[in-house]
């Protein structure tokens, strides 16, 4: 392997890795107004990766926190893109991906940081698996809890048993709570059918067969499509605990979603995964099923809202009424939406 980076003694960061042969990784990272986190994330980037060597791309979505200034005169090593207003997360990590060389490319959160070893865990774990497509590490809290990254393929059942509260009655069972895999074992290595893309890294052979993200899912859904891609591929997805990246959950969009600013793009983008792999049908059962569940949700969050008054049952008995609302139109198809100027 090539030897990597470098700290100089201006404390800037820079590449002396052999040009001639590909690097390691190839990191995509997406940012949109976290200028204090995605410092960190890019020190830890940087501090972390020993022998290997990188090649770290950002793509900025419009920041006006002065994230792009900040990369630009802090990390020079950077290859650092800017976008004139915000585009997402599919479309900004393919401009990424489409400029990387790396064997394997990363897509990292800005929200992150990356633990010592967690690069040379992720690669030498593909370079022994060459089935496996893609892997992930343990994602943490800052607060050291495990984040639950895994999650099962949507399907209509999955959906039903969410919507019949089946899977939070028996969390345990394989075929009532595939969905979210509460049953899985954080503390091993296993293959998964999804993975938090917070810290995601593909074989580039993989992005040559299956493709980039589908942009249509502008936000959402676009690392389960792909994921869903990879599989039917025939490549196989890894959780691998040995490595640890920390990721502060919901600092890039959680706040809009206080705001319901990415309502309709959320359910629209699960309808569209459910239109292009199963079908006009499967979109119809989906809305039928929504209605049923949240018309529970919506009396219960209701009822339950007086007596426990907080921020958080205010807007769950909000964003029930609004799914509900939203789900009535059963027969209509899915939408392509874009992402909102926020």
């Known amino acids: 392997m090539s030897s990597g980076f470098a700290l100089n003694p201006q404390n800037t960061y820079s590449p002396f890795s052999d040009p001639d042969v590909a690097p390691d990784i190839s990191i995509v990272i997406v940012n949109l107004n976290t200028k204090e986190l995605l410092r960190a994330c890019l020190e830890s980037v940087f501090r972390t990766a020993g022998t290997l060597s990188l090649e770290v791309l950002v793509v900025d979505n419009g920041s006006t926190d002065g994230s792009p200034d900040m990369v630009q005169s802090e990390f020079p090593a950077v290859d650092l893109r800017r976008n004139a207003s ?115 890294l593909v074989r580039q052979k993989v992005l040559e067969e299956v493709g980039l993200l589908d942009e249509q899912f502008a936000i959402y859904y676009n690392d ?43 359910h629209e983008n699960v309808l569209l995964f459910y239109q292009k792999h199963y079908g006009r049908a499967a979109v119809v059962f989906y809305r039928l ?41 059963f027969w209509r198809p899915a939408r392509v939406l874009g992402v909102p100027n926020t």
């Not at 809890?145 to 959906?159: E, N, V």
């Not at 891609?229 to 490595?243: C, Q």
């Not at 099923?289 to 907080?310: D, E, H, Y």
Request: hydrophobic residues 45%; contains cysteine.
């Open 289 to 329: 099923c929504t209605i049923v569940g949240f018309i529970l949700r919506s009396i219960g969050w209701t009822v339950v809202a007086p007596f426990r008054p907080s921020e958080f049952s205010r807007h769950m008995r909000v964003f029930s009424w609004k799914t509900l609302w939203w789900a009535l139109p």
């Open 86 to 200: 915000n585009e997402g997360f599919a479309h900004p990590n393919n401009v990424g991906m489409k400029l990387s060389n790396g064997r394997y490319v990363l897509l990292l959160n800005s929200d992150t940081v990356v633990g010592e070893g967690a690069f040379q865990a992720l690669v030498r774990f593909m370079d022994d698996h060459p089935e496996a497509g893609a892997c992930g590490p343990m994602l943490l809290y800052p607060d050291g809890r495990t984040q639950h990254s895994a999650k099962g393929f949507p399907t209509p059942f999955t959906h039903l048993c969410d919507m019949l509260y089946l899977d939070r009655l028996l969390p345990n069972s394989r075929l009532f709570g595939k969905g979210e895999m509460r049953y899985f074992d954080y503390a091993r290595a296993g293959q998964v059918d999804h993975l938090m893309a917070a810290a995601f």
């Open 224 to 266: 389960m499509d792909w994921c869903f891609r990879m599989y039917t591929a025939g490549w196989k997805i890894w959780y691998v605990p040995e490595a640890r990246v920390v990721h502060h959950l919901g600092s890039t969009v959680g706040n809009l979603n206080r705001r319901f600013a990415l309502f309709s793009l959320l």
